[in-house]
């Protein structure tokens, strides 16, 4: 019979359980004893169970194995042999680090695809990661006699839960949003803040705290030929709606420059016929009341003649000198106006004389 002298547990970090029990291999008959020392590393528990019950529970640390730590048990196995007597137990270590990534992954269900009436096979996959937070409750609801456990066993326990719940929410989102399925992509992380809660609340009820839930994906299984033919289709037409809808953004984006260019065209086809026969065809008046044009570019003429008349009035009342420059802004202006058919020559003429008065 070998006595164990230390009792402790150094494996990955993807076990969330791993049980010690004494071995019989023919041999030896393995036990433990009062005096035995319990290493319980970091992020670990370790639970005692004898027939079926759980009696004691460490924390991490070392622990000398006595009638103090082990009062239950201690009552059951009896003081022989002056208080190191040996002992059977089943010795459960408990992970209560993050077991990360663990994977998921949807057996394929189909949606109608509504423009080709056709089913269309969808599947998601993604991963969650947990960790124990009531050992106790988590041994008893899970474990049972399970000897070891494993972090990715937890998607086989919980994959009817999974399962059904992304489901549910793929379809009620693509509905609610009117998604063909070929564009389900585009709610990813919607259905999986919409499961999250879900299914952390399953979790909780066996002890176990679900620190994040990821859909990753919600493709279209495309390896029939027919379904790939769909999928094809919709792509290149969605590549052409895309081109047209990139065509009326330019377009609407170079709305205002073309407004303004065809301002432009059409003030330069109005100053070309300015001076043209009134009655006439290409007349002034023709082009301007036709385009709407006649009380702006009126308004604009006689505010460039009065402005000139009242400098020169101005001047003439004050019967002062005025400079050069001054002399020939006011020509300039007065040139403008007889270019636009608002002065005569004899006009023009006339008040060009008084101005040059003034020097």
Known sequence: MAIIDVLKYDGPNNALVWKWRPKVDGKRDEELRLGTQLVVNQSQQALFI????????????????????????SSLIGLAFGGQSP???????????????????????????????VPIPITSRGSFAVKVADAKTFLNQIIGTVPDFEADKLTQ?????????????????????????????????????????????????????????????????????RVKKIVDDFHRLMSQDMEERMRLKRRAEN????????TFDTTEKAAENIGGGIGGEGGILG????????????????????????????????NTVVNKDEVLKLLKELGDLKTAGILTEEEFTEKKKELLSKL
């Open 287 to 318: 082009t301007v009341v036709g385009l709407g044009m006649a009380m702006p570019i009126a308004n604009t003429m006689g505010n460039l003649m009065n402005n000139a008349t009242q400098n020169i009035q101005q001047n003439q009342n004050n």
């Open 157 to 225: 326990f919980f994959r009817g839960i999974i399962t059904e719940n992304v489901k549910t929410a793929i379809t009620r989102i693509s509905k609610e949003q009117n998604l063909n399925p070929l564009e389900l992509e585009a709610i990813v992380s919607e259905v999986s803040g919409a499961v999250k809660g879900i299914i952390s609340e399953a979790l909780a009820k066996y002890g176990l705290h679900l620190e994040f839930f990821n859909i990753e994906a919600i493709p279209v299984v495309d390896e029939d030929p």
């Open 87 to 117: 002992f059977k137990a089943e010795v459960y270590f408990i992970n209560k680090a993050v077991a990360m990534d663990t994977k998921f992954g949807l057996i394929p269900f189909n949606m109608m695809e509504p423009n080709f009436r």
């Open 50 to 73: 004898k027939g079926g019950q759980l009696l004691d529970i460490f924390e991490a640390g070392t622990h000398t194995l006595s009638t103090q730590n082990l009062p239950i048990l």
């Open 255 to 262: 709305l205002e420059v073309y407004k303004i260019e065809r």
